[in-house]
């Protein structure tokens, strides 16, 4: 059995459509979406409404931690457009290339910057999306668990710490833990392009030490000082950020 995974996407529809390539099935632990390229300041919803001397701006006060300063500079550009309606209009036009592009079958969850509420409107039949849920794939039991914890960030699927445990706890025994955070563990969640360290899950770190998966698959980190690590039975790996890499990680079994 062969299992492509992918995370990251953040809008390369290009390579998603050729993701699959090769595998029984592909798996996406969501943020489809690009609201912003921090290596090409001129991609994404932001810049496309802004333009990219505004977008290099907001990334370098985000990098420099200064998000304070981040947001009073969106408030000030958004303000007079209704920053819902022209969101939803451009998330729209990524996601109905985006899942176009998914083969079948694609099991999928979401990311801290997706926008559940709309993905029913384009999953096509092969494409299950579980969040708190879990499926056979191959004969191994996989657990997905969707979005990520509050940040100062403030993205769009950002959920409560007891919100997101309770959907990790629903999972039960797995052999597969599938989530776009990582657990919390220091060397899995610091990224060392944007210099700060990404919230991490306790929750799946629990899950981890009770469940014992054999696997943990995230991504949410760019670019992490550490892609792989084993805890007790369970190898955790970061699938890559596949906007930049283009190339899906492979389980085989």
Known sequence: MRVHVVSD???????????GDGADALVCLG???LFLDYADHSRGIFPDLFGAENATRLVELRTARRFAEARELS???WAGLDRRAATEEAVRRQYAELFAAFPSPTYATYGNVDMPPLWPEYAHPG?????GETTEIGGLRF?????GLPSPMRTPYEIPEETYAAKVAALGEIDVLCSHIPPAVP????????????????????????????????GHVHQ??????????????NVGHFNHTGTPWVLEW
């Open 187 to 218: 060397e899995l969640c610091y990224d060392t392009v944007a210099r700060r360290f990404e919230r991490g899950s306790t929750a799946l770190l629990e899950a981890i030490r009770q469940a014992r998966p054999r696997y943990h698959l995230f």
């Open 127 to 131: 494409t299950t999306v579980l969040d």
């Open 75 to 77: 408030a000030r550009l």
């Open 143 to 147: 657990g997905f668990v969707g979005g």
């Open 31 to 33: 943020d489809l979406i």
């Open 9 to 19: 996407v953040h809008g390369n529809s290009e390579d998603l459509a050729t993701a």
């Open 224 to 237: 992490p000082l550490q892609r792989r690590m084993r805890l007790g039975r369970t190898e955790c790996v």
